[in-house]
């Protein structure tokens, strides 16, 4: 990433621009994370998940900790035909995936559209609906037989699981709000849809999340693969905990470890995070569908990063630091930006504003200044690196509790596929901060909901 210093560089020619600057930095200080103030943020996170591990406390921590039941990692000799379903967003998918020894690995898939009416209906009608794209994808594969054909379950959504292939929904986040589910197994939910279609031969034999497909995709390339981060639209993370640590674990005893899904999106819901809080993450906050929920998620994601933006360009704007106090008609409705701006305006060599400017002339701004342009990529650069600042202390809190001497990271998500600089940012500061001894590498997972569904599907449902 460009230094904030370098992108302003040959603009702070006149007396009113450095005035303006320096104030833009002021405004935007509370995105500023120094690392004594990220050590205290792993310090506290490393509190909640051991709170969220504890028999006696888990019920009342905000990171809930999850049993995933995910026992067996994978070891790149699966091999089979399985089926998977991946349910997180607006979209969801079916896909046939085909998995080889030597880590061969062949895929197909539709994608099929979920609209507000069912995001926000009858939780019946939307598995019906899914299980009927299943039955039209199976039949166009030329899939149905007289055998059961092995499904892994991807379902993006807090859940609490019993097992390996059942999973409660503890509530709705992502925009959906169907009646019906939360508190329901939707495994159960799902297989009853399923079973009211003739000649659809299914079983579903895991449930699973995108981050742990992320992390069972990953290790099935590389097994020293032991946590798995999510950072797109929403933002999670889950890895792989000794049993020992693991207070209300009741499963086999003859295993060692099992995968946490921490659903640390919630980390802050107690208040954790008020001091961390700048009073635009307080109105992103009250203008949610889920206003007091996932409050870390709301500081990091995709999600919120443009809605955080275009907050602070209205402050900028109304205090008359950028574009001489005129204001663009877009900036005034909620969610008018989206993440990919921050994107498009850090892509810019240091002191070159093309992506910036093409920004601004989309939202209605005519000539803006040099001075304007540095301000713009200033804001946009506080609030990008907050995000990676924050996931890299908490990514370097696990790493430090697990104290595993080789760890890969697993990640997937828009915010890290596509901004030019997070993974760096990422690396760069879990090296600042992780304890000494402690070697870490990041991948990017390759479809981890699909072919770590299928992964995943391999171990439980193995290939006779």
Same mark, same amino acid.
């Given at each position: ?16 621009? $450095? ?28 509190? %909640?998940? =051991? ?10 921590? #905000? ?108 509530? $709705? ?24 279609? @003739? ?20 290790? $099935?390339?590389? @097994? ?15 890895? !792989? ?22 659903? $640390? ?35 990091? *994601? ?9 907050? !602070?360009?209205? =402050? ?12 663009? *008609?877009?900036?005034?409705? @909620? ?13 810019? @060599?240091?002191? #070159? ?52 001497? =080789? ?53 439980? %449902?193995?290939?006779?």
């Amino acid at each position: 990433m460009s230094d904030p210093k370098q992108s302003c560089k040959g603009h702070l020619n006149n007396l009113k621009t $450095w005035r303006n600057h320096i104030r833009v930095r002021r405004l935007c200080r509370n995105f500023v994370l120094p690392n004594n103030k990220l050590r205290e943020f792993m310090n506290r996170i490393t509190s %909640c998940i =051991d709170k969220g591990l504890g028999k006696e406390t888990h019920t009342k921590a #905000t990171i809930k900790c999850w049993q995933t039941y995910v026992q067996n990692m994978p070891t790149g000799n699966e091999k089979g035909q399985f089926l998977a379903l991946d349910l997180g967003g607006s979209n969801f998918r079916v896909l046939k995936l085909e998995l080889e020894k030597n880590k061969y690995f062949k895929m197909n898939q539709e994608t099929y559209e979920c609209s507000k009416e069912l995001m926000n209906g009858s939780g019946t009608i939307l598995f019906d609906y899914i299980a009927n794209c299943l039955n039209k994808f199976v039949t166009k594969q030329g899939l149905k037989t007289n055998s059961q054909l092995p499904l892994g379950f991807t379902f993006s959504f807090p859940m609490s699981q019993s097992s390996i292939n059942s999973g409660e929904l503890v509530r $709705w986040t992502k925009g959906y709000t169907c009646d019906g589910v939360v508190d329901q197994d939707v495994v159960q939910l799902l297989a009853k849809s399923i079973k009211n279609i @003739p000649d659809l031969n299914v079983n579903i034999c895991a449930i699973l999340n995108d981050t742990v497909g992320t992390l069972m995709s990953c290790a $099935w390339l590389n @097994p020293k693969t032991r946590i798995g981060l999510i950072i797109g639209t929403g933002c999670n993370c889950c890895y !792989v905990e000794k049993v020992k640590n693991i207070q209300l674990y009741s499963g086999d005893q003859t295993k060692e470890e099992m995968v946490i899904n921490l659903e $640390w999106g919630a980390f802050g819901d107690n208040g954790e995070l008020e001091d961390f809080y700048t009073k635009y993450d307080k109105v992103v906050d009250e203008n949610s569908e889920n206003h007091g929920q996932q409050i870390f998620e709301k500081m990091i *994601s995709g999600m919120y990063l443009g809605e955080l933006l275009r907050l !602070v360009l209205l =402050d900028m704007i109304d205090k008359e630091l950028i574009f001489d106090g005129t204001k663009p *008609s877009m900036l005034n409705t @909620p969610q008018s930006l989206t993440s990919d701006v921050l994107s498009l305006i850090e892509n810019d @060599p240091p002191g #070159t504003y093309a992506g910036t400017r093409k920004f601004l002339q989309r939202i209605g701004v005519v000539n803006p200044t040099d001075g304007d342009c540095m301000n713009v990529r200033y804001a946009t650069e506080c609030i990008s690196r907050r995000s990676a600042y924050l996931v890299a202390a908490g990514l370097t809190a696990i790493l430090n509790k697990m104290n595993e001497k =080789d760890v890969i990271i697993g990640v997937d998500g828009s915010v890290y596929r596509f901004h030019p600089f997070y993974h760096n940012l990422l690396m760069g500061k879990i090296s600042e901060l992780v304890n000494s001894g402690i070697k870490f590498g990041i991948i990017l997972s390759e479809d981890g909901s699909g072919r770590g569904a299928a992964v995943l599907a391999s171990a439980v %449902c193995p290939e006779e």
